[in-house]
Structure formats: C-alpha cells, structure tokens
C-alpha cells in the first residue's frame, strides 16, 4: 500500500501538473502585458520583433510546459510504484523547476504571485518523498535485488 506522505506528493506533483498547463495559457491570453513587458526591456525593438519575440516567448513556455505536465502525470503514475529512481527523477524534475522558476521570476512579472507557492509545493512534495520515515521504507524495499554475475 502507498503511504499517506507517498499519495500526499503525488496530490501536490498533481496541483503542479496543473500549473505547468495553466502557464501557457494565461500567457497566450495576456500577450499584449507581455508585449509591453518585452518593448519595455527592449525599447530599440519594432512592431515586428515584437511580434516575434512574445511569439517566441509563448512558443517556449508551451514546448517547456507541455514537457513538464506530461514528466508530472507520469510521474504520479509511477510512484506509487515504490522505484528509488521515480523518486530520484522527481526530486530532480521538481527542484530544477524551482530552479527554472527564478528565470520566469526575472523575465516577466505576470507570474510573480504564484512562483513563490508553486516552488514551495514542489519543495514540500519533494520532503514528503525523503523525509516521512514510512516513505524512507517504501521507496527502499521496492527496490530490486542486485543481481549476482
């Protein structure tokens, strides 16, 4: 059986599969803020490198977040499963995600209110997978046996 810490970070990797399909979004419906936002940081820029740089910048956040929804519904598929390298992958997969939210920080402030909470779900999912003695013990005797050559 899955542990309650277990199913608890499989609940918040949840909210933040959400997030990563929501970010796009609001960015694709505010891309006259973000277009003001570029022309602002880049005044020597015309009407068409404009177009193109909040084009590129939403192109972007769909291709990066698109990635990180569908790692994170796999993610909560496979954790269950008790594998050390799931929990490895998501540990790795969320902490660079804080990581990479400092950029979005700094690029643009149409996402500064939720930065701070999503970063701060993905570090409490992240203790709940090493932290709790019962996910300590499922993560270990899940793990293969080594083979003998």
């Given at each position: ?101 400092f950029v979005s920080w700094s690029s643009s402030p149409m996402f500064h209110v939720v ?5 701060l779900v993905e570090i409490v999912l992240v203790a709940l997978l090493w932290v709790p ?17």
């Amino acid at each position: 059986m899955t542990p309650r810490a277990v199913q608890a970070a499989r609940g918040l990797l949840g909210l933040v599969a959400l997030s990563h399909l929501i970010v796009p979004i609001v960015m694709w419906a505010n891309r006259d803020d973000l277009r003001t936002t570029i022309a602002d940081r880049s005044p020597e820029f015309g009407a068409a490198e404009l177009d193109k740089a909040v084009a590129a910048a939403v192109g972007a956040a769909v291709v990066f977040h698109v990635l990180l929804l569908v790692l994170s519904l796999w993610l909560i598929v496979k954790l269950p499963t008790g594998r050390s390298w799931v929990r490895r992958l998501t540990t790795v997969s969320q902490l660079l995600s804080v990581v990479f939210s400092f950029v979005s920080w700094s690029s643009s402030p149409m996402f500064h209110v939720v930065i701070p909470i999503v970063g701060l779900v993905e570090i409490v999912l992240v203790a709940l997978l090493w932290v709790p003695r019962e996910s300590k013990a499922f993560f270990v005797r899940r793990e293969p046996a080594p083979r003998e050559h």
